[in-house]
């Protein structure tokens, strides 16, 4: 192999590692940018958390007294009485439970949580969909946010 073939196969891997190392410092500036980003947002929430913590605990019922209570569901309805067989299931059992354990509304994730279930989107949405046949069920009340609670029971409808 002649020299000048030597040194024109140098230049191009010469050309080729600076392009490289060119655009992995593009990379490491974006990731560094990424890294700023999702720092400063895990600050805000860590404060945000240290000041929701740090407030007493207030049921929402309690903090809305003059809340109406929910009427009993119909039970003569079909779907209310397929929703009434769900909810004798242990699994709505359970939830209901953890949901009771809760001074105020809740995420299906942290009622998930209650459970002791493995945090995927599937157990999560398991635990949304009995929530959810629970609300129409009257026997839980979702906030428009979301969230979920334990309806209030007027001593009438409690017996």
Do not use: W
Request: glycine share 8%; charged share 25%.
């Amino acid at each position: 192999m002649s020299r000048d073939v030597v040194l024109q196969q140098l230049d191009e891997r010469l050309a080729a590692y600076l392009a490289e190392a060119e655009r992995l410092r593009a990379e490491a500036e974006r990731i560094t940018e990424l890294l700023a980003v999702c720092e400063a947002e895990l600050e805000r929430l860590v404060t945000a958390r240290q000041v929701v913590g740090e407030l007493p605990a207030v049921h929402v019922a309690a903090a809305v007294p003059d809340r109406p209570a929910l009427p009993a569901p119909r039970t003569g309805s079909a779907e209310v009485r397929e929703i009434g067989q769900d909810a004798a299931a242990p699994f709505a059992e359970e939830v209901l439970k953890v949901l009771a354990g809760h001074a105020g509304p809740v995420r299906c994730r942290q009622v998930a949580e209650g459970l002791g279930l493995e945090i995927t989107a599937r157990n999560v949405e398991r635990v949304r969909q009995r929530l959810k046949k629970a609300a129409a069920a009257g026997v839980v009340v979702k906030t428009p946010g979301g969230l979920f609670t334990l309806a209030r029971v007027s001593a009438a409808a409690g017996g």
